[in-house]
Nanobody, 126 residues
């Protein structure tokens, strides 16, 4: 059974940093492309960042230069380092896994992902 558990969220002030973690089990992790999404109240879930099987990373324009996604295949975990947080970053953050044959691709579409965590709340106060 696949499990994905996010942690590291919290309430912080503008300009602060947070590091989200997503620990997985039940996956052949190295065969999956990993992504981070977020959903703010009243808004659709949106792509934040993703890392391909080979470690290629892509980001939403709104977080480029501030967020860094990484993974550790041995630990079967993916991380999202967030700096210079803004109130508009406030959302529930989800990690997701997508079975991927190509080792270099990253999908931005949430419906392309097969497994999801339960989410972790990030709140940035102004």
């Amino acid at each position: 059974q696949v499990q994905m558990v996010e942690s590291g969220g919290g309430l912080v002030q503008t300009g602060a940093s947070l590091r989200l973690s997503c620990e997985t089990s039940g996956l052949s992790f190295s065969n999956y492309q990993m992504g981070w999404f977020r959903q703010a109240p009243g808004k659709e879930r949106e792509f934040v960042a993703g890392v391909s099987r080979r470690g290629i990373t892509i980001y939403a324009d709104s977080v480029k230069g501030r967020f860094t996604v990484s993974k550790d295949d041995a630990k079967m975990a993916v991380y999202l380092q967030m700096i210079e947080l803004k109130p508009e970053d406030t959302a529930v953050y989800f990690c997701a896994a997508r079975w991927s044959v190509p080792v270099t691709t990253v999908e931005r579409t949430s419906t392309s992902y097969h497994y999801w965590g339960q989410g972790t709340q990030v709140t940035v106060s102004s």
